[in-house]
């Protein structure tokens, strides 16, 4: 998405909240289910009539051009003059924001999507070439880290959503692909760009690339899903329960150290919510609840 005056965006939000920072933009790219908060300054185009362009292609981003009717997707009409002075400003520091370090996560999950066919001929779009019905094969424990990486091994961007938790983009990375589908060179890191730093539950998986996302499990228990976000793909069928395992070690309602307030677990959970693990009683001070697992305390997971 651009404006047709060719002005730039100063994005200050992502899925899950604020940036830490704002950032300017002169585009931005939205998957379904992504989502931006942005300020624009009208001030240097009044009387001006300023479209919010779209030239994605579909399927992304090699597909076809978008039609006229989906090129324009709003238009903003100026007024000459306001109705009252504007005096606000943009703050330089936005949010407290903790970014999740991978020496803290527990386990690597490797996470592949493919494309192919039913016994019909009908296209057929899966996680680790499963199917919704298929025993759940994802178990985080409750209040542990852990990174998923997501291997896209089709031609399309999927934009790949996670039900209850909130996430940080590590990086994304070209994969090389043999002709039987293995994954036979993995290329060099890329960071995310700067606005996508922030809170996110759904990510651009682009086509031949690895996206490593960072994620800290909780604060409930219970089954949940993760699933692409494009509808076609989703009701066929790529779409999968996980599973939040309890951890006897870890209590929710506890302040986790060294956590900005606003992105501590204790802001949605409270003692009356069934999945909620809070123990009866407990000290404030206490840590050792948030001691993590090792990663053999995973198995054969």
Same mark, same amino acid.
């Given at each position: 998405?651009?404006?047709?005056?060719?002005?730039?965006?100063?994005?200050?939000?992502?899925?899950?909240?604020?940036?830490?920072?704002?950032?300017? *933009?002169?585009?931005?790219? =939205?998957?379904?289910?992504?989502?931006?908060?942005?300020?624009?300054?009208?001030?240097?185009?009044?009387?001006?009539?300023?479209?919010?362009?779209?030239?994605?292609?579909?399927?992304?981003? +090699?597909?076809?051009?978008?039609?006229?009717?989906?090129?324009?997707?709003?238009?903003?009409?100026?007024?000459?003059?306001?109705?009252?002075?504007?005096?606000?400003?943009?703050?330089?520091? =936005?949010?407290?924001?903790?970014?999740?370090?991978?020496?803290?996560?527990?386990?690597?999950?490797?996470?592949?999507?493919?494309?192919?066919?039913? $016994?019909?001929?009908?296209?057929?779009?899966?996680?680790?070439?499963?199917?919704?019905? +298929?025993?759940?094969?994802?178990?985080?424990?409750?209040?542990?880290?852990?990174?998923?990486?997501?291997?896209?091994?089709?031609?399309?961007?999927?934009?790949?959503?996670?039900?209850?938790?909130?996430?940080?983009?590590?990086?994304?990375?070209?994969?090389? *692909?043999?002709?039987?589908?293995?994954?036979?060179?993995?290329?060099?890191?890329?960071?995310?760009?700067?606005?996508?730093?922030?809170?996110?539950?759904?990510?651009?998986?682009?086509?031949?690339? *690895?996206?490593?996302?960072?994620?800290?499990?909780?604060?409930?228990?219970?089954?949940?899903?993760?699933?692409?976000?494009?509808?076609?793909?989703?009701?066929?069928?790529?779409?999968?329960?996980?599973?939040?395992?309890?951890?006897?070690?870890?209590?929710?309602?506890?302040?986790?150290?060294? *956590?900005?307030?606003?992105?501590?677990?204790?802001?949605?959970?409270?003692?009356?919510?069934?999945?909620?693990?809070?123990?009866?009683?407990?000290? $404030?001070?206490?840590?050792?609840?948030?001691?993590?697992?090792?990663?053999?305390?995973?198995? +054969? $997971?």
């Amino acid at each position: 998405m651009r404006l047709s005056s060719g002005q730039d965006f100063i994005q200050i939000g992502t899925d899950g909240g604020l940036l830490e920072k704002p950032v300017l *933009v002169s585009e931005i790219i =939205l998957a379904p289910a992504e989502r931006a908060d942005v300020i624009i300054d009208f001030s240097k185009h009044r009387g001006q009539n300023i479209i919010l362009t779209n030239d994605a292609p579909a399927p992304f981003p +090699d597909g076809v051009p978008p039609s006229p009717d989906l090129s324009q997707i709003m238009e903003f009409k100026v007024k000459q003059k306001s109705s009252k002075p504007d005096t606000s400003t943009v703050p330089e520091r =936005l949010s407290c924001f903790e970014t999740l370090e991978p020496k803290d996560a527990i386990y690597v999950r490797k996470n592949v999507l493919v494309e192919t066919t039913d $016994e019909f001929g009908r296209p057929l779009f899966e996680l680790n070439n499963k199917m919704w019905v +298929d025993p759940i094969t994802e178990t985080p424990y409750n209040g542990t880290i852990e990174i998923w990486e997501l291997y896209n091994l089709t031609p399309d961007t999927h934009p790949i959503h996670l039900h209850l938790v909130q996430f940080q983009i590590l990086n994304r990375a070209p994969i090389t *692909v043999d002709e039987n589908g293995n994954i036979i060179k993995i290329g060099k890191a890329k960071k995310p760009d700067l606005n996508e730093m922030g809170w996110k539950d759904t990510v651009r998986a682009n086509p031949r690339e *690895v996206t490593r996302i960072i994620a800290r499990f909780g604060p409930f228990t219970g089954t949940y899903v993760w699933h692409c976000h494009i509808i076609e793909h989703e009701d066929h069928d790529m779409m999968r329960p996980y599973q939040v395992l309890q951890n006897h070690n870890f209590d929710p309602c506890i302040p986790i150290p060294g *956590v900005c307030r606003d992105d501590s677990f204790t802001q949605c959970c409270d003692h009356s919510h069934k999945n909620c693990d809070c123990k009866k009683y407990h000290d $404030e001070d206490e840590s050792s609840s948030h001691h993590h697992f090792l990663k053999e305390d995973h198995g +054969d $997971e």
